[in-house]
């Protein structure tokens, strides 16, 4: 590493004003997203809270009656003695899980129309974040794909996760990275999914290959959803920035939803062969009813969810 900071010369006041600038620019969404992604988790944890999952952990969890198909082995002799009945310990599943986040932030992510409240970008930003606590909670690992850092648990994680979803609250690729995650862990994709079906359609697949498993979901503002315009519109693109002016859009209307169906269930269809889940949000609509979908999707092995941030 070289030590000489040639970026940070006493000398040069205006640097240091335009380096301040620039990490007070970064740093402002963090607190309130970060607020709302936490008002939101707090609403799913008190829905979830102390919820366990039986498991091959070392904790106990219950006793419960033998059944047929339990081995003798199982039987807790101690306990079935103090009745007539044959009982079995169980235990609570004390392994975590590796959950992988992917928040899309393309250029078509910036997007809110009239009928929105926030951008979807914002939207997905705040899911994953609500969704990060709530895991972290839960005892799981997680991690950011695309990036460099294994996943963690912890206030520490969530901290490293937060500053950067909302220090990059645009980037280039519509496309969830190529990233060689570990087998048989857990993926979540928060986009709008605008890109080519087959292109992302191929992506789960490559990860269904591996044995990871996952949710999809597709985050769009109501005017994707319902294209409410009339009469003579203007609709200028985000990506290309090419202009089209539409006589009477509502026209079209029809055929629209016809498409948009098709791509869904081509994204749909793609998830269900590899044993993933998919699910749609607006941003119009309450978050807390996205985060609940995807944290029910993924099947977490709940343990006592904690009440802070990964304390």
């Not at 799981?140 to 996760?161: C, D, F, Q, S, W």
Request: hydrophobic share 40%; proline share 6%.
């Amino acid at each position: 590493m070289n030590n000489r900071c040639s970026g940070f010369d006493e000398r040069r006041p205006g640097r240091w004003n335009a380096l301040r600038e620039e990490a007070e620019r970064l740093a402002a969404p963090l607190p309130p997203l970060m607020v709302e992604a936490e008002r939101i988790a707090a609403t799913i944890a008190q829905g979830v809270h102390g919820r366990r999952r039986v498991g091959s952990g070392e904790s106990f969890w219950q006793f419960r009656r033998h059944r047929a198909e339990d081995p003798a082995s199982a039987i807790d002799w101690r306990q079935s003695a103090k009745s007539q009945h044959y009982f079995v310990r169980e235990n609570e599943w004390e392994a975590a899980e590796s959950v992988w986040i992917w928040r899309d932030a393309s250029p078509s992510m910036d997007y809110r129309s009239d009928f929105a409240p926030v951008r979807k970008v914002e939207r997905a930003t705040v899911l994953a974040l609500a969704l990060a606590s709530l895991l972290i909670r839960a005892g799981e690992r997680i991690a950011l794909m695309g990036e460099p850092n294994p996943p963690a648990g912890g206030r520490v994680a969530l901290r490293r996760i937060a500053h950067h979803l909302t220090a990059h609250l645009s980037t280039q690729g519509d496309l969830p990275p190529a990233a060689n995650l570990p087998r048989h862990a857990k993926a979540v994709l928060l986009s709008d999914l605008l890109a080519p079906a087959d292109e992302l359609a191929a992506r789960v697949a490559a990860m269904g290959a591996k044995g990871i498993s996952g949710h999809m979901i597709q985050i769009l503002d109501p005017s994707e959803e319902d294209l409410p315009f009339e009469g003579r519109t203007r609709f200028e693109g985000i990506k290309e920035r090419q202009v089209l002016t539409i006589g009477r859009v509502e026209n079209l209307r029809a055929a629209y939803k016809d498409r948009l169906a098709a791509h869904r269930d081509t994204l749909s269809n793609a998830c269900r062969r590899q044993g993933w889940t998919f699910s749609i949000h607006r941003t119009d609509r309450p978050a807390n009813l996205a985060l609940l979908a995807i944290y029910t999707a993924l099947g977490v092995k709940h343990h006592a969810l904690q009440p802070g941030i990964g304390d």
